[in-house]
């Protein structure tokens, strides 16, 4: 670990010294304060509200965009991932949460635009993109739920300072500053013989206020195989996670400065003795405000770097023994990036840019003597880009609109094979280097009709850079085989939305959105043959297993509707309701014609959520979901079909005094049975299995 932490303080050192093409995935807008933030104004610097002021003038959404606010802090003992996966808009992919997923299949989609493991909606922590630099997948357990502020959800294709992967919208989560932390500790025991322990304190050296926080997560995890169908192989999916953070705030004049230092290391055991995989994080930024003249500006500042390791395997002989299949025993990556941007007026200027590198190292062709080939694929890509966004608010409303362009560029890829056995090289391809330019806008407008009712509208387009995961790394999920395509091309969304608020008491809210997005050349899993048998571009592909290859879809369209109301009841009764409607079909592809019509793999159809939140003030709270998710496809041929769930979720918190609470959580209560991916054989992996937890807060 000394290597990638020297690293990271290097580029604290020196935050304006980045490489060309340094990245900006996309800033996401700075959030006003959460309400637990400014409960501690008391012990904020004297010049905080300046400091705030200066964070939040830099309102990035536009006019006419949908946000959700939800203070992630109010579902005890809930990991982020479930916690957003509430929210009928946004899906997490192959159903699986944090606790039993494997990493590389943590991403999240948003309105129906096709389901991705590496995401086609941007996530970001305290402006800093968190998709991996390789894969662009999140990994949910690296963040700590008791040092999370707020989170907002802005669907629809971004343009601006989100940069190239808002696809499909964003996520923005704020942390607490460390001018606001104050000493806390949270541990709970739960199901599977899980725990987790964590604790903050922040504190002062001179000027400079400072933050430390750290935490450990263990389980024995669940099956992800049904009781029937499970053999001496399968084992229970046990993970460890821990997670460390420095956090600093200082004021240099009117210039204010925030750097972090993040940790993070995780260990699985995905279903089977073999299939493990570990990953080691460490991310710095530095965010630098403040004022010039009549105009506002920010510079942030970021260098991130993991190193992976993952074996995929096979269970057989009626799943009493395994065999591993694929070995990807070094899988090193980084990414840096920088974003400069200047507010005067209605005016906003920005440039942005990333670079990533990546590569896989792997074994693979165990026909049951150990591994006789291996394989080293990767490359780089950067992206560089420049928006301007003018806004304006009237009597009647607002109007804001946004032009971005950018330079992307892929290179320095290759794909080297051979024998491990006689050192024969059997296949050497250097992947020539591809670029080119993508624009993206917004245009969007909120009409006040009355003083209950605003109208939204916006249409938009925006494009996302497949990772370098989908250019060159092969993967494989039981018998199904997935290769990659290095020459993908960068996917593009067009979309259109208009959509209503009502609220014509503050205890009562109904908001509507009707939209339709065209996604071109999205990436999916198309399949080339079915097993047993050997094929040039995968080798040989067990009976019951598939050969997939990600690959440009022309063309898919999805039409859809958003439905939302809230409910205030007293004596502090919150009641909500949420509903997504999202048909997504494919519309044209060439290559394929035989799968227009079909539905785009791990999309459903329809998504529900009713929702009680009871808050009286009191010591007692307590927050309850049912969450329904209609049917959808496990692949391309739309012939796996997985059936529709209903998981119901509780969490309870219970205030002893002014420094101890007890907390309950518990994630699909009636254990409903959720099946996750399903081979062509009709095997089943499950996923979201009931896991409950009991806990205790303090803080001082």
Known sequence: MSEPILKTLVVLSLPLMWPTGANAQGLSPPLSQSNEADSQADDRPEDWQEIAVVEQRLPTHVAGQSRLRFDVGAREGLRLDSQLAAQPGLTLFRRANSLTAHPTTQGLAMRGVGASAAGRVLVTLDSVPMGDPFGGWVFWSAFAADDLAEVAILPGGSAGAFGAQALSGAVDIRSRRAGSVRPAFEGWFGANGSFSLSGRTGFALGETN????????????????????????????????SHAALKLDHEFGQVSARGTLRYFREERTNGLALATNSTEAVDASLTLTGVAGEGRWEVVSYYRTRTFENVFSSARDERSTEIAVLDQYDVPAWGAGMLARLKFGGFELGLDGRRMSG????????????????????GDQWTLGAYGELSHDADWGSLSATLRLDRWRTYNGERLERDIISGDVLLD??????????PSARLGAIVALTGAI?????????????????????????????????????????????????????????SATLFRNWLKDGVGNVTIGFGPGFFPLGGFVPDGGVLRQRANIDASVTDGIELSGKLVLQPGVTLRVDYLFARARITRFDAMPELIGKRPVQTPKHALTLAMAYDAGGPFTLQGDARFTSGQYDDDQNERRLSGIVTVNLSTAYKVNETMSLTFAAENIFDAKVVSALTSDGFETLAQRRFWRFGVKAGF
């Open 210 to 241: 400072m933050a430390l926080s750290a935490g450990h997560f263990q389980t024995d995890g669940d099956y992800l195989v049904s009781a029937q169908a499970r053999g001496p192989a399968d084992v229970p999916a046990a993970s460890e996670a």
């Open 359 to 378: 590569e896989t190292n792997e074994r693979y062709r165990n026909l049951g003597d150990g591994f006789t080939r291996a394989r080293t694929a990767g």
């Open 429 to 438: 391809d250097m992947v020539p280097a591809r670029s080119g330019w993508q």
């Open 454 to 510: 605003d109208i939204r509208t916006a249409a938009y387009r925006s494009w996302r850079l497949p990772t370098l995961n989908e250019y060159y790394r092969p993967f494989r999920v039981v018998n199904d085989i997935t290769e990659a395509n290095p020459d993908l091309m960068p996917e593009k969304l067009y979309g259109v939305e208009v959509g209503f608020d009502y609220e014509p008491l503050n205890t009562f809210k109904l």
